[in-house]
């Protein structure tokens, strides 16, 4: 009895690691060289609303309109690229008026000092392919990060939990 639970143990610890280990390795295995494109390209591919903030630094208007109020199980992707970037489990109602998660997924969002608008702030970009997602403050939940990812709806696509799984 001691040895099947014993050896019950190891295999569980040993799946979760494995699924760990190939989450981990899906992030860092993005391949930044194939999203690399032109102007051109990427106004063949983006709707002009997603040109103007994904490409050219812009921001949704506020509001609770698109993903603000959206609580469904499942993953944020980029609009460009369709990097996955956040996790529901991390959204949460800042009531800043956009979509606001404490953290991202490790390895898909890079960090740029952004001091236009007068002000200092950091962007977050797509790690993949540079798209503009919006802002990091340091507002965020004490409980968790402490960390409000301030994302535009614009840049970002749910993709539905598959509860098969």
């Known amino acids: 009895m001691k040895n099947s639970i014993l050896i019950l ?9 494995t699924n760990v280990q190939e989450k981990n ?5 993005i391949n930044t060289e194939n999203m690399k494109k032109t102007d051109a390209e990427w106004k063949e591919i983006l709707t002009p609303e997603q040109y103007y903030i ?23 992707v980029c609009s460009a690229c ?9 959204k949460y109602e800042s009531h ?13 969002v890079e960090f740029t000092k952004d001091s236009s608008l007068g002000m200092v702030r950091t962007e977050i970009t ?12 340091d507002d965020g939940p004490r409980e968790t990060t402490g960390q409000r990812y301030c994302v535009n709806t614009t840049s970002i696509k749910f993709v539905k939990a598959d509860n098969k799984k």
């Open 126 to 137: 797509c790690k993949a392919c540079d798209g503009h997602l919006g802002h990091i403050f």
């Open 96 to 108: 800043c008026g956009w979509p606001s998660f404490d953290d991202a997924i490790k390895g898909t």
């Open 54 to 76: 994904l490409r050219q630094k812009g921001t949704d208007r506020p509001g609770n309109s698109g993903y603000t109020k959206h609580f469904e199980k499942g993953t944020y």
């Open 9 to 17: 143990i190891v295999f569980i610890a040993t799946s979760c690691a």
């Open 82 to 90: 369709e990097t996955q970037l956040f996790e529901s489990n991390s």
């Open 25 to 29: 390795k899906t992030v860092q295995s």
